[in-house]
């Protein structure tokens, strides 16, 4: 017999209404967790990154909550691609332009996301997006270009992205503007292997991913904090999410051949092959990070 469904309660954002886990940390905190409680968890390494930002009360599309939501237990994977930039261009909005490695060729990735402990609780996410130059900054100069591929501040367009909770999604989709939906997916990193699976809407597969992870290199808390805007558009207006990462395990390994990723029929797949992905430059593993997701801010831009 299947194992018998986790104990849900009805909670409401917004117009939606919602079922989480009973007893887990949205059901208890509603976002306002506390980091005492969380400290405890075998899972969690370390909480001190988090009593450093301290949250803030806000109105949103889903009703008041607070910023920023916080993921105590990540583990991630992302392949980056190079892409021709003339692809780039078709699917990006005109404010956006496409980070060029050299004239003629920007880059297109792949992000795995598997979210063990965050104030949300567990869900697991994938996106395809394009990294691009910041807005309002004019062209990159060669040393931003090269921060930018360390990883220290990205800026990014996303495409598509699916989560496998329907808390997720509206959040997502509702709050941030972001193109999500609900689709199984699942995901599993650890020292030795990342492998993750996509379905797609008919519960065929979308996209799929099998890579021996990079071997580790531990850092203390707080040693290596990298930062990722987003860019979306909703409700009228251009805003910008600002997601921190504080790393405290991670792989790189460049042009890796062993990456296996499958593409399949659905949503993610498609958003890829459209990019015309030319080959794999690097992929990046992280068996242990934690993030602070801000609610995005509204700006203005140049059209």
Known sequence: MPPASPPTVEVQLGRHTV??????LYDRYRMNTDLDEVARDPRVPD???FRQLPKTAVETPIGPTLTPNFY???STARLTMLAPTEALR????RVLSPLEVVPGLGLAAVMFYRY???????????AVGIPVKPARHGPLGGID??????????????LSLPVNTEIARIRGHDAYGLPKWVTDIDIHIDQRRTAAQVANDAGGLDLALSVVTPPQKQFANGQRVSSLTTYTHFRGAWHEVINQTNILSMGSQFSPRDAHLHLGRGRLSDDLRSLKPLRTLSLDVSTSSQIALNMPIPFSVSR
């Open 116 to 126: 063990d402990v965050c104030d949300i609780d567990f869900y697991t996410e994938v």
């Open 47 to 49: 909480v001190s990154f």
């Open 145 to 158: 270009l090269a921060a930018s591929l360390k990883n220290e501040h990205l800026h990014a367009y996303v």
């Open 72 to 74: 105590y237990r990540v």
């Open 19 to 24: 079922a989480v886990p009973k007893g887990g």
């Open 90 to 93: 078709a699917r990006l909005p």
